[in-house]
């Protein structure tokens, strides 16, 4: 490399420069590949739990079936369709979606259509999770749709939690930094942040658009507050939950306490981890 740069007539002194620079854009190519890599294996993983969940607790017995919401639960749909269309089971199975995206998920695979008015017994539902500690407390609605998802998973026999391996933790906020999601109504959520605020400490923001000026507004037309407890705090969950769900404005928490059956994490190798309550 030195030989070729000094008959381009490169000086010595800026051979460091090029050599820096050919340094950076190897790790930054490096760095993109390794990201890349990790999405695939994640995106597996993720695959892997979907499928295993489904063909576990979807069967010809269930008739009423929750769908929830996030980049797992789109395996979990693909494989109810190949269910349906490929294989000829479950011609019967309603689906009941938890969100806007949920609801599209379900007409782009050409399922039935189901809603909380004429199904409001669910046999099971499947959904995501942000994070899940080991007592199966969970923290969801980072895409916003945890109110909806809650009253869902609340109507079901079985709430069946699919993820990958990286929303696994011993304690909430170690893997998932962004905050208990709060759904609030749009003119209460100054004096709900200050009172959360006060009660158990963080900080809670108002979660601001990106593509947009100004906030995100739920499927509901509420408001989300991100709550960022203090990481090395021991809480109560449960008793969280009800505290916050008690203040005037607040529509729901991203707290699920008490209320997964069960979780199936995609691993790294291949295989599935299932925690049980």
Request: proline share 3%; hydrophobic share 45%; with cysteine.
């Amino acid at each position: 490399m030195l030989s070729g740069l000094l008959r381009r007539g490169v000086q010595p002194a800026r051979f460091t420069q090029h050599l820096g620079e050919d340094l950076l854009r190897g790790a930054a190519a490096l760095h993109s590949q390794i990201r890349k890599m990790d999405d695939i294996a994640l995106d597996a993983a993720k695959k892997t739990a979907a499928r295993t969940a489904v063909d576990q607790w979807v069967t010809e017995d269930t008739k009423i079936l929750g769908i929830g919401s996030g980049s797992t639960v789109v395996y979990a749909v693909q494989r109810i369709a190949e269910r349906v269309w490929k294989e000829g089971e479950l011609t019967d199975l309603i689906c009941v979606p938890s969100s806007y995206q949920a609801r599209h998920l379900i007409l782009d695979y050409n399922l039935n259509l189901g809603d909380l008015d004429r199904n409001p017994n669910i046999d099971v539902a499947i959904d995501g999770a942000d994070e899940v500690d080991r007592h199966m407390v969970l923290i969801k609605g980072g895409g916003g749709c945890l109110l909806q998802e809650k009253v869902v998973a609340s109507c079901a026999k079985h709430f069946i939690v699919v993820a990958d391996y990286t929303k696994n933790s011993i304690r909430l906020g170690e893997q998932w930094c962004r905050g208990v999601p709060i759904e609030v109504a749009p003119m209460a959520y100054v004096p709900i942040k200050l009172h959360i605020e006060a009660l158990f400490g963080g900080e809670a923001s108002l979660r601001m658009a990106k593509v947009k000026a100004g906030p995100i507004v739920t499927d509901n037309g509420n408001f989300l507050l991100d709550w960022k407890f203090i990481a090395n705090r021991e809480y109560d969950w449960d008793e969280v939950n009800r505290a916050i769900t008690l203040i005037p404005g607040v529509l729901e928490t991203g707290l699920f306490v008490n209320m997964a059956t069960k979780c199936y994490y995609g691993m790294a190798d291949g295989k599935v981890k299932v925690q049980n309550k």
